[in-house]
């Protein structure tokens, strides 16, 4: 079984709507799921007193989005994922060659309500134009196009939204992990395009996960809680699966 990324599109003017190729990675979805201790949403673990999961975002830049900019695009990602019942923690986590051993939660394992989020400066491939503004590999990676989002912010003649832009692809992205799914739906932060009409929504704060999605979030946070917090032995969870 591939994984697969229907990635977000960003559309304006005269720019052709066209969908990504899937993009296929050698993995086991169900498999490395399991070992991680995942489940679908729509199963509740944890106490429903717990209205508000905590996700830890390990955050790698490899782009030249500045710390002060990236800080604010966490904040505004934070704010949309907050909208939706959810706390977030940013961990800043070092790329590239280093003597420095990561220290906390920026380390190799991953505990099962870490995300791990990589901003890129563009797509390399030549297939990806630049109206994609990111993708996801489930259930724990995404990635955002730093690039992408500054150029858009530009055509609208906002440089200063720039932060906003890339906050709101940021929790695009992170809305698939955390609703196990690469679906798009018709309304909301989670249409596969954002036209004109989209955009400035996003710049008044307004484009927001939906009722339902926000729902299926927060249950998904509980999940991956519960796990957490029982230490599951990944081997017995995958016995069960």
Not at 107 to 117: H, M, V, Y
């Amino acid at each position: 079984m591939t994984i697969s990324s229907r990635p977000l599109h960003l559309s304006g003017g005269k720019a052709q709507q066209r969908r990504r190729p899937l993009l296929g990675m050698t993995l086991a979805a169900a498999g490395f799921g399991a070992i991680l201790g995942f489940t679908l949403p729509g199963t509740t673990f944890a106490a429903e007193s717990d209205r508000s999961p905590t996700i830890t975002i390990q955050v790698y830049n490899y782009s030249q989005a500045s710390p002060a900019l990236l800080s604010h695009a966490e904040a505004e990602a934070g704010r949309i994922l907050r909208e939706a019942g959810l706390r977030t923690v940013w961990l800043e986590c070092l790329v590239g060659p280093t003597t420095i051993t990561p220290k906390g939660r920026c380390k190799e394992s991953l505990e099962a309500t870490d995300l791990r989020l990589r901003v890129l400066s563009a797509a390399i491939e030549n297939s990806f134009q630049p109206t994609v503004f990111g993708f996801t590999i489930h259930p724990i990676f995404a990635s955002v196009y730093y690039e992408h989002a500054m150029r858009r912010a530009q055509r609208e003649h906002a440089e200063s939204q720039t932060p906003t832009i890339l906050g709101a692809v940021i929790a695009h992205e992170l809305g698939h992990l955390l609703l196990s799914t690469n679906e798009h739906s018709r309304t909301g932060i989670m249409q596969s395009h954002w036209y004109p009409d989209q955009v400035l929504q996003l710049m008044k704060g307004d484009l927001l996960f939906t009722r339902e999605q926000s729902k299926l979030m927060r249950e998904q946070g509980r999940t991956r809680t519960r796990f957490q917090r029982e230490n599951l032995d990944p081997r017995l969870t995958s016995q069960n699966h």
